[in-house]
């Protein structure tokens, strides 16, 4: 299932964040299936038939009743695997584990850990106290993420959350029934893994080229959609980075009260059907002015060093943002790399 945004509804004046995907409705009288928008919204609310507002427990009736389905009723479901753990397609989606994600959709528009980030803070805690007591906790943190989505925990779609499965397994027990009897070395061979996973192999050789950084590359800078209920902070951080910071801006003819509302201006506006060829174009433009404008954010900006800018949320479609196992191409973020760079460039050269 993939998630598109932005959208919204305003409340009382108020914007509400949502996001929204693809399910099957069903309409009466002919009693069939159709594909339909799922919004979810940062305050729960949930737009799934017509324009009334549910709740999750308003969803779980639907889909119980069928008005709403996760898949084409038409369609035959997929064969199960022969194997559970020889299984290399992620589990499929359900009623239970739609209900699931969207809650954790819920959770990440309204600013909470959704379950992959609790699941890996349970990692974090077994890797600090390997206890039973800490391993039970991983696995309930494990089994809360929804199941269709277990596979994309760690982002490594080689092993996939076989790691996990392992560790989550008693000592002498086969893993999922099917698998591999489970010994003592396999478990310390997970911790292996999860040192690597955190820290990357560091002996295998990389190409040095003459214009590469004579200092180690710092770590990438990671721009999170934070959510702050009692408005902006006024102590700027790297949340200024972020296209929804309001930073007036003048470009293209226009005035717009930051990049976000900017861009979905001029989006909007344009005419003809070439919009896909010019929009990073746009872009680039917007950000430019929200830098050279405002030379106190531009500071900001210029702090990060030649550090990598990782844009991330859902606000913005995977063209423009990170999404983490399921790709995303980053764009705002390369893009803040690039005026950074001119913005490093020195005047007159």
Known sequence: MTWRGPTYRTVGG???????????????????????DLVVYA???????????????????????????VRDPEVPPPP????????????????????????????ELSGRPTTAQRCHEAIRHYRQEPTELSRAALRKAYLAIPAHLRVYILGDMERQDRPLRILLTDV?????????????????????FFDEYDHGVTERPRPVYADDPVDA?????????????????????????????PAEIHFAGGT???????????AESHR??????????????????????????????????????????????????????RGGRNWIGRLLELVRSELSWPTGE
């Open 256 to 266: 717009h009260p930051s990049v976000h509302e900017g861009y979905r201006a001029l």
């Open 172 to 192: 002498g027990e086969p893993v999922d029934g099917d698998g591999p009897v489970v010994t003592e070395e396999m478990h310390r061979d997970v911790l292996d």
């Open 217 to 245: 590359v710092p770590p990438p800078v990671v721009l999170r959609d934070v959510i702050y209920p009692r408005g902006w902070p006024e102590e700027p951080d790297l949340f200024v980075l972020r296209n929804n910071y």
């Open 80 to 107: 199960e695997p022969p194997s559970r753990w020889g299984a290399r397609n992620p589990e499929p989606l359900t009623p239970e584990s739609l209900l699931l994600e969207v809650a954790d959709r819920i959770d």
């Open 43 to 69: 305050d729960g609310a949930i737009k799934c038939e017509g324009r009334d507002l549910v709740d999750l427990a308003g969803l779980e009736r639907r889909l119980a009743k069928g008005t709403i389905a």
């Open 272 to 325: 003809g059907d070439d919009w896909p060829d010019v929009r990073l174009a746009v872009m680039a433009g917007l950000l430019r002015a929200k830098f050279t404008q405002h030379p106190d954010l531009a500071e900001i900006l210029l702090a990060t060093g030649d550090a990598t800018i990782s844009y991330t949320g859902h606000k913005e479609s995977p063209y423009w943002r990170e999404a983490g196992s």
């Open 14 to 36: 108020e914007k509400v964040d949502g996001v929204w995907c693809h399910v099957w409705r069903r309409h009466q009288p002919a009693d069939v299936y159709n594909v339909h």
